[in-house]
């Protein structure tokens, strides 16, 4: 048994799987992703060297994730027009040449200009994810595909964290920024000689792709702002950015870029998984708000168990990955999905009988329960998602689904930081929290169950699971 969704648009361009890409986008995407979390242990050093207070060091985590989202759509319609491999070049190099602005900034400006420059380049990584898997993987196999970059993106991320640490500690927070250029060079070299090559070159933006990046990439710079005045409890500013968010996102619908955007949304098949990828993202509130302030604040211990236990939550993507590519490629994508924000819900509800007295067992095998329920929805989303989007929009699908990602990581936290204050802090704040955000995951669940129903009364088309000649059948990797 396979899934045709994906297959009935672009398995005549892809009969034979070639892994070599997916694995060297694995890890291009790697690198993308560890600058968040390197970038996160060097903030003291940073503070400290640059003469900046703590509130000026977050800045450089917003100053990557800033462009990384807000250029996401942008970066995917213009890789659609592009050769794939020569942007993917194109921008390893970048993300290594700004990697070394970063280390070499002389004071704390040059730092921000180097960082908002590294995550304009990371957008372009992450606008190449899906059309490099779908150039490279028939739609029988991209489940696994998916499966396998998601795998090895956590595993990384803890490993290159727990590195940088060291490095900080070390040598000062300028060689952080340097610790992934001999493996950028590997990717350069292996994605020379591996990523499929295509056609359209490396076009000028035209007009209406510089339209996009004002107006579409100022909605989303001012959204996530907005949330992050909220979390500072700036609910005046966050308001004002909200309604310039709003503005500037109602001003896009009317462009004419939009258009085609905007229907690929309203399409069942693909707007309700977007939508439950929306919702289902903001269980992230737990670990990075809720939990944090119950260890300090109830169970009166330090960062070390949050730590510790979230190495269980990164062990449970790396193990519901792999299985959930490996099922997404044999039955609906929408089912597995759904089962894996079920298991998501109910780790999140089991964190509502912790108390006082509760240790790093009681933490740990909640969030493993968490972490592998969200291994497990994100490779059939994703390929529910590629199964409904048009060739030719394969890139601007792709930089969507970035987009409405990195909002609801935004989202969760700020979610999360309302209902903890509502509730009056402390246990009471917490639970006040989990069941908000629990909501957030029974509707992304809803939305998950929603897309299929809603596919099967139309003519589009969804993943079904025909009946495969062994000959056909994946060979085991």
């Known amino acids: 048994m396979t899934n045709t969704a994906a297959t009935n648009r672009s398995e005549q361009a892809v009969d034979t799987p070639r892994w070599g890409p997916v694995v060297v986008m694995a890890l291009a995407m790697l690198m993308v992703t560890l600058e968040m979390s390197l970038s996160a242990v060097t903030l003291p050093s940073i503070g400290q060297e640059l003469d900046v207070g703590s509130g000026a060091a977050k800045w450089v985590i917003l100053a990557y994730a800033l462009p990384t989202a807000a250029l996401a759509i942008p970066a995917g319609r213009w890789v659609d027009r592009a050769d794939i491999r020569l942007v993917f070049l194109g921008a390893v190099t970048a993300v290594g040449l700004t990697s ?40 029988r196999l991209r489940g696994r595909a998916l499966g396998y970059v998601a795998t090895i993106m956590p595993l990384g991320s803890m490993a290159g964290s727990s590195l940088g640490g060291f490095v900080a500690d070390a040598y000062g927070w300028r060689p952080v920024f340097l610790v992934k250029i001999p493996v950028l060079l590997v990717v350069l070299w292996l994605g020379a000689r591996m990523m499929p090559r295509g056609r359209g070159g490396l076009p000028l933006p035209d007009r209406t792709l510089l339209a996009d990046v004002l107006v579409l990439g100022g909605a989303v710079t001012a959204l996530l702002l907005a949330f992050d005045r909220v979390e500072n409890g700036s609910a005046y500013v966050a308001g004002v950015l909200a309604v310039v968010a709003a503005g500037l996102a109602v001003l896009w619908t009317r462009l004419r870029s939009s258009k085609a955007i905007v229907a690929l949304v309203r399409r069942p098949t693909f707007g309700l998984p977007l939508l439950s990828l929306q919702l289902t993202g903001t269980f992230i509130g737990l670990s990075l708000f809720l939990l944090p302030f119950f260890v300090a604040d109830v169970l009166h211990a330090g960062a070390e168990m949050m730590g510790l236990a979230m190495m269980f939550f990164v062990g449970g993507v790396a193990v519901g990955s792999p299985l959930s590519g490996r099922l997404t490629d044999r039955h609906p994508p929408h089912r597995i999905a759904a089962l894996g924000g079920a298991l998501t819900l109910t780790g999140l509800l089991s964190t509502l009988t912790l108390d006082g007295q509760a240790g790093l067992v009681d933490l740990a095998w909640r969030l493993a329960l968490i972490g592998f329920g969200q291994g497990v929805f994100g490779a059939p989303n994703n390929t529910a998602m590629l199964a409904a989007t048009p060739t030719d929009m394969i890139g601007t699908g792709g930089g969507v689904g970035a987009t409405v990602r990195t909002l609801a990581f935004t989202v969760g936290p700020a979610v999360a930081s309302l209902a903890y204050g509502l509730g009056g802090g402390g246990a009471k704040g917490f639970r006040t929290g989990v069941v908000v955000l629990a909501v957030l995951q029974v509707g992304g669940l809803l939305a998950m169950l929603g897309g299929r129903v809603m596919a099967r009364g139309t003519k589009e088309p969804i993943a079904e699971k025909p009946q495969v000649p062994a000959a056909e059948r994946p060979a085991r990797v």
Request: without cysteine.
């Open 100 to 139: 070394v602005l970063a280390a070499l900034a002389p004071n704390f400006w040059v730092l921000l200009v180097a960082r908002v420059l590294q995550g304009a380049t990371g957008a372009m990584v992450v606008a190449i994810y899906i059309p490099v898997v779908a150039s490279s993987v028939p739609g």
